[in-house]
């Protein structure tokens, strides 16, 4: 019964934010340089649990939904399949000395501020690394990918912590 709720939570936030990326965000696109993924929240959400092979197809359904709506073909993917390989290994080195308790979340809830900071922004730089540098596919304009690949990577995870301190107040108000 878990693992159906677990399905329909991640399902849930699965549609809107696909949707929210491919409708809203994908057209905000300051000067070239500011490309917010929002979308890579849902692999980020995942529970703790995730195998390292699930959260790589995880992480193959997502991309390829987004390079199916945004026309780049593997781009997304190959991004989205790098971070369900390495978040295993974050979560890893960023553990609490006794481990993560079972059913804990990968939030600022269960995380607190600074670990949920430091697991975002490593993994939104590998995500955003790999993807501008793929899409580059050269490496002529180091500077300008590498310039393109951190002011994004900044504006994602300012976006993804709005995003989490938001729905952890809604959370702290409904209780």
Same mark, same amino acid.
């Given at each position: 019964?878990?693992?159906?709720? #677990? ?6 936030r ?11 965000l ?8 500011l ?7 849902i ?11 699930l959260m ?10 987004? %390079?199916?709506?945004? &026309?780049?073909?593997g781009?997304?993917? =190959?991004?989205? #399949? ?8 974050v ?5 609490? &000395? %006794? =481990? ?9 809830? %269960? $995380?607190g501020?600074p &670990? ?5 922004g490593?993994?939104?730089?590998f995500h ?16 300008d990918t590498?310039l ?8 994602? $995870?300012?976006l993804?912590?709005? $995003? ?5 107040? &809604? ?5």
């Amino acid at each position: 019964m878990k693992v159906i709720k #677990v399905l329909i939570i991640n399902a849930l936030r699965f549609v809107p934010l696909i949707l929210l990326q491919v409708l809203v965000l994908n057209n905000i696109n300051f000067t070239g340089y500011l490309n917010p993924m929002l979308y890579i929240l849902i692999l980020l959400s995942l529970p703790l649990e995730t195998s390292r092979s699930l959260m790589m197809v995880f992480g193959l359904i997502t991309g390829l939904m987004i %390079d199916i709506f945004t &026309r780049t073909p593997g781009l997304h993917m =190959g991004a989205c #399949v790098l971070l369900g390989f390495l978040r295993p290994s974050v979560l890893q080195s960023l553990a609490p &000395r %006794d =481990g993560y308790e079972f059913g804990m979340k990968a939030n600022i809830n %269960d $995380f607190g501020l600074p &670990r949920y900071a430091a697991y975002t922004g490593v993994l939104v730089l590998f995500h955003h690394f790999y993807l501008f540098y793929a899409e580059a596919f050269t490496f002529s304009g180091f500077f300008d990918t590498l310039l393109k690949a951190v002011l994004s990577s900044i504006f994602t $995870f300012m976006l993804i912590m709005s $995003f989490q301190l938001f729905i952890s107040k &809604r959370k702290a108000n409904r209780i």
